[in-house]
């Protein structure tokens, strides 16, 4: 089945640490995104990448690492530097960057800080 | 920063009513989108209306655009007790890209059966 996943579905971080979440798509699109989400409250962007090797900061990138080696993989690094970490973590793909396409989700990871 | 604002933040109807929701916006638009997201899961597309557009349907979705009022609509009929979910707007601002799109707070719509 095509589509985008994500994983673990829950992780637990202790405070200090770096943890990774993994995000892979088979849907060959260019682009690919992170967002964060808190409780009752909207998507916020922490990095997107339009292509391979190339990535750029969205909003709240402070705390947050990623990568693009592969067209297929964007995986995000929550690093200890992120003070609030808690929260649901959403991973999109889109054919590309241009104006109108549509942002194609995961089904969200779970980070929960004990 | 987020653009869109949905309106109300909660949602309760009886399963066959008409369920509206509304989404203001601050700058000017390429295109806007709704999304659905049920309860811990990802985030669904349900349609695009561009910025010279006025009116889109899809089943028993139907979305309008108001530019001149910086607002759009999402009027769900004959609802049913699956349609129960998170519905955001996703604008996409003047002259950019879908990467600067900006997800508002959402609206929480509960359909009772």
Partial sequence: DGGITQSPKYLFRKEGQNVTLSCEQNLNHDAMYWYRQDPGQGLRLIYYSQIVNDFQKGDIAEGYSVSREKKESFPLTVTSAQKNPTAFYLCASSPGTSSGNTIYFGEGSWLTVV | SQQGEEDPQALSIQEGENATMNCSYKTSI???QWYRQNS???????ILIRSNEREKHSGRLRVTLDTSKKSSSLLITASRAADTASYFCATEPYN????KSTFGDGTTLTVKP
């Avoid at chain 2, 811990?40 to 349900?46: A, N, S, T």
């Fill in chain 2, 96 to 99: 950019t890209n879908a990467g």
């Fill in chain 2, 30 to 32: 390429n295109n806007l």
């Fill in chain 2, 40 to 46: 811990g899961r990802g985030l669904v597309h349900l």
